[in-house]
T-cell receptor, first 111, second 112 residues
Framework: EAAVTQSPRNKVAVTGGKVTLSCNQT?????MYWYRQDTGHGLRLIHY???????EKGDIPDGYKASRPSQENFSLILELATPSQTSVYFC??????????FGSGTRLTVL | QQKVQQSPESLIVPEGGMASLNCTSS?????YFWWYRQHSGKSPKMLM?????GEKEEGRFTVHLNKASLHTSLHIRDSQPSDSALYLC????????????FGQGTKLSIKP
């Protein structure tokens, strides 16, 4: 089965601090995604990528940056974390049929 | 406005009963629909996909799609306690391949 690994699993950050969430996939999928999940909102798309070197804005990109240095790795960066960014973050890779394979998630708390 | 709307928000079904979940897109450019299932504390996993009008059945699960009304539904017969989960509908638009938009989900609880 497709493998997507996220790190860290849990993170506590302070307001104004920098946070980097990492994602690695071994599926050789071109597309990768970052979503956040909050109660009542389902999954909301932050950034996505079509391949190494590319990043695209999703529906809620404000306050987030993304980096895709290689086919396998896709990072989400919060330069100045705020309490409103407290959430569960999921990374996913997508195959040619657009089926998504999700990582286990990162629970981020910004104090 | 959310482009993918799901109803109901939550649903309680007795064990052995039929669960019916709905999903509608407000974007006429929608191409394909997926249904994902997410058990509590876990990550979402693809359950079924449907790309053309009609019906698709896999075991106890049946998906319907009506492209004219941009509506898809998921039906689970003989519901089991293990079916208790958050069900997420996702859609992709033909002008932006690879970008999936999710609905807010339906929380299904199967009552023994």
């Amino acid at each position: 089965e497709a493998a997507v690994t996220q790190s860290p699993r849990n993170k506590v950050a302070v307001t104004g601090g920098k946070v980097t969430l990492s994602c690695n996939q071994t599926n050789n999928h071109n597309n990768m995604y970052w979503y956040r999940q909050d109660t009542g909102h389902g999954l909301r798309l932050i950034h996505y990528s079509y391949g190494a070197g590319s990043t695209e804005k999703g529906d809620i990109p404000d306050g987030y940056k993304a980096s895709r240095p290689s086919q396998e790795n896709f990072s989400l960066i919060l330069e100045l974390a705020t309490p409103s960014q407290t959430s569960v973050y999921f990374c996913a890779s997508g195959d040619i049929a657009e089926t998504l394979y999700f990582g286990s998630g990162t629970r981020l708390t910004v104090l | 406005q959310q482009k993918v709307q799901q109803s109901p928000e939550s649903l309680i079904v007795p064990e052995g009963g039929m669960a019916s979940l709905n999903c509608t897109s407000s974007d006429r450019n929608v191409d394909y629909f997926w249904w994902y299932r997410q058990h509590s504390g876990k990550s979402p996993k693809m359950l079924m996909s449907i790309f053309s009008n009609g019906e698709k059945e896999e075991g106890r699960f049946t998906v319907h799609l009506n492209k004219a009304s941009l509506h898809t539904s998921l039906h689970i017969r003989d519901s089991q306690p293990s079916d208790s989960a958050l069900y997420l509908c996702a859609a992709s638009m033909n002008y932006n391949q690879g970008k999936l938009i999710f609905g807010q989900g339906t929380k299904l609880s199967i009552k023994p």
